[in-house]
């Protein structure tokens, strides 16, 4: 089995800007996220996960930085969080990162997102290690002005 490398593929106005780092456990998918054939853009991170998750970094952080995806996006985005669920390394910790336009993180976190967030705590409650969801309210240039963190 060859060394797992960092994974870096550019965004399109269609695919999200992907940079997972093995090294640092940084996990970025941002962008948009509405591609023609979701399983081309997705199966190859899953497969770079499944390796990861093998030897991973003691933090994690998956940062979802989507400022749209499709339904077909979230079920493979969802497949990620479950792999990222079979770490095995003792102490180690999962922050997954989403972030929003500040008017929509002071409204609260929305109905389908405590949704999922329900069905990855009843998924993973048998992890050994922790997890946490970040929430980012951001600015118009990214910038992270309010955060909030969900425990589970």
């Given at each position: ?40 853009v997705y199966e190859?991170?899953l497969d770079w ?86 929430t980012h309210g ?15």
């Amino acid at each position: 089995m060859s060394e797992l490398k960092g994974l870096y593929i550019e965004g399109t106005r269609k695919t999200p800007k992907i940079e997972f780092t093995n090294l640092t456990g940084e996990l970025i998918l941002e962008g948009r996220s509405i591609p023609e054939n979701v399983v081309k853009v997705y199966e190859p991170l899953l497969d770079w996960v499944n390796i990861y998750v093998k030897s991973p970094c003691i933090t994690t952080n998956l940062h979802l930085r989507l400022e749209y995806y499709n339904s077909s996006s979230l079920v493979w985005i969802i497949k990620l969080i479950m792999v990222l669920g079979n770490i095995k390394l003792k102490g180690a910790v999962l922050y997954i990162h989403i972030y929003f336009e500040i008017e929509d993180f002071e409204q609260g976190i929305s109905d389908e997102l405590k949704d999922i967030i329900e069905v990855l705590t009843v998924k993973l409650r048998k992890v050994d290690f922790n997890i946490a969801f970040k929430t980012h309210g951001i600015d118009s240039k990214g910038n992270t002005l309010k955060e909030s963190t969900i425990l589970i």
